[in-house]
């Protein structure tokens, strides 16, 4: 195979489009070599002008020079360069020059899981639990997206410089136009590849989906826990017959527990229908077992979490975590569908409210949110529950914890329902009320665009069938979305604001109650009255996020001023 035959100069320009059109030259410095793939060489590349440091990926032109190896690298860009999550190494850009092209990256500085394992042989169910549960959420927003990876393993899985996981190597990746498209390429690694790819051809099956990459999500988790492949053997041929097979056996050293051994069992199985959906993993009582970190300590790179750094997360069985701890999501998942944010809310709050109507809620005078016997009725406020940003083509859909679904349209038009088979459409003039089997011709096509936002929730939330609550009379909806730099804001007819952050952390101020909710990005839920910020421990954060806020809401120049006047004292405190 040809790799770079032409040196490449220690600076390499390039010609880079920005987002308003214009042409740019770009410098980069080439400094150590990161590592190879099959057709290209990866180093850092220094920018020139702001010293910043990426990953470059460098591809010998000669190596693409067959139209199928060029539509594949064409591909590649063009999937990876409209992906925007924390969970995938960020695209900066693409340029090419006489001898080579390029693919600028963010730069991940501790090398890949694979890398790790290697150090490690093996890792803790902790370390496990917490690396599976950042990669499904990437996963879950790639899928929202119609994207399926197709080679998921452990050397395309990077750890940033806090041990974040990004996924990336889009090479195989494939984006489908339907949900319900197969696609019948023989392609990804033979350790990890799904036995609907091996036997399509065969058996004339129509084709693979979604649940390769969880097939492969499967074949992670045993690795991390075991430190071999299941079907590892001598020869590729012999490896794709146990995999056909289903052929693996799970060692009894190192000893898993029940429920790494039930969870490993479950992903492993060779009908891709039966195999439990990503939000259904994250739920799985290995999952949820006990609570577990967002990142991992640095030290765990060479050597495994002390003793007393797994204290803080498993619990003993006098410190056994609630049922209603254990319902809840661990993870809540951002950033969008169709190539930019996808945010799927922490469901904790409300989880709470509705699974367990006995029991209510107080705020203690940290501002946190308690399990209680009182003020159940003092805070409930209805915000934005899930969501999926279509913004650059149609507008936003949404779910609001009241039950309520609706898609608020770029034209400023808003389709909702909250009962079975009832439609109401909003204009700013108008409501027109109508069924499914009468919905009037000038809406057929957003009632279509909702119908799709419905059938993507009920695929997010497991659920064949959605359960709408009592029909509420003053319908609460979406005003306004306004799209920024640093996130989603929201504007209620409720008179609340509600601002979904990059970082996974989300703001929902309620101007009737004089409150506001601060969601972190484990899902956790504080709320705070006015002028109580300053007792939180991370008050110089949540400050900014409120500045963040106040200087968006102004811009917008939409808000009353007693509104205004409101964000001033939360700014103030």
């Not at 036997?199 to 988790?221: C, M, N, P, R, Y």
């Not at 569908?337 to 469901?347: V, Y």
């Not at 949110?369 to 003092?378: Q, T």
């Amino acid at each position: 195979m040809k790799l770079l035959r032409i040196p490449i100069p220690d600076i390499v320009e390039g010609e880079i489009e920005t987002e308003n059109g214009t042409v740019v030259t770009k410098k980069y410095i080439k400094g150590n070599f990161l590592g190879r793939g099959g057709f290209a060489k990866c180093y850092e590349f220094k920018d020139f002008d702001t010293g910043q440091v990426f990953a470059a990926k460098i591809i010998d032109k000669t190596s693409i020079n067959n139209m199928k190896r060029k539509d594949k690298f064409v591909n590649e860009i063009k999937i990876h360069k409209y992906l925007e999550h924390p969970g995938i190494v960020k695209f900066q850009n693409s340029f090419e020059d006489s001898t080579n092209a390029y693919i600028i990256l963010e730069l991940c500085k501790n090398q890949t899981l694979k890398e790790l394992v290697k150090r490690r042989k093996r890792l803790t169910e902790l370390e496990a639990q917490c690396y599976l549960g950042q990669l499904i959420t990437a996963l879950i927003y790639l899928h929202n997206c119609n994207i399926i990876h197709r080679d998921l393993k452990l050397g395309n899985l990077f750890l940033a410089k806090n041990l974040e996981l990004k996924v990336g190597d889009f090479g195989l990746a494939a984006e489908l136009t339907r949900r319900c498209e197969r696609r019948n390429t023989m392609c990804g690694t033979p350790n990890y590849v799904a036995p609907e790819i091996l036997q399509q051809k065969e058996t004339h099956k129509e084709g693979h989906s979604f649940e390769v990459d969880i097939w492969a999500v499967g074949i992670i988790l045993y690795i991390l826990l075991i430190g071999k492949p299941p079907f590892e053997s001598a020869n590729v041929n012999t490896t794709y017959r146990k995999i056909e097979c289903n052929s693996y056996s799970i060692p009894d050293k190192p000893k898993l527990s029940v429920e790494a051994i039930e969870l490993i069992k479950k992903i492993l199985v060779p009908f891709p229908e039966k195999r439990p959906s990503l939000g259904t993993i994250l739920q799985d009582p290995f999952m949820i077992r006990n609570s577990y970190p967002m990142t991992m300590p640095l030290p765990t790179l060479f050597n495994p979490p002390s003793n007393q750094f797994l204290s803080k997360y498993i619990a003993t069985k006098s410190n056994l975590v609630s049922k209603a701890e254990k319902r809840r999501y661990s993870w809540y998942i951002q950033r969008s569908m169709r190539l930019k944010q996808n945010r799927l809310m922490s469901r904790t709050y409300i989880a709470t409210l509705h699974l367990f109507p006995d029991k209510s809620l107080s705020i203690s005078k940290e501002g946190k949110i308690n399990s209680a016997n009182s003020l159940r009725e003092f805070f409930q406020p209805v915000f934005v529950d899930f969501y999926m940003d279509l913004i650059n083509r149609y507008g936003t859909g949404y779910a609001l914890t009241n039950g309520c679904l609706g898609f608020i349209f770029n034209n400023s038009t808003t389709l909702l329902t909250n009962q079975e088979n009832k439609y109401t459409y909003h204009t700013k003039t108008t409501n027109t009320i109508f069924t499914s089997k009468k919905c009037p011709i000038e809406i057929k096509k957003k009632y279509i665009i909702l119908l799709f936002f419905i059938h993507w929730y009920k695929n997010i939330r497991n659920s064949p069938k959605i359960k709408f609550k009592r029909h509420i009379q003053n319908e609460i909806m979406v005003k306004k979305v306004v799209k920024t730099a640093k996130g989603l804001l929201f504007k209620l007819n409720n008179q609340s604001v509600q601002m979904c952050f990059n970082d996974m952390t989300t703001i929902v101020v309620c101007y009737k109650m004089g409150m506001f909710l601060y969601i972190n990005q484990r899902g956790e839920i504080e709320a705070f009255e006015i002028g109580e910020v300053s007792s939180y421990s991370r008050k110089e954060t949540l400050l900014n996020k409120l500045d963040y806020i106040v200087r968006t809401v102004k811009t917008l120049n939409s808000l009353h001023r007693h509104k205004l006047e409101l964000f001033k004292k939360l700014k103030k405190s």
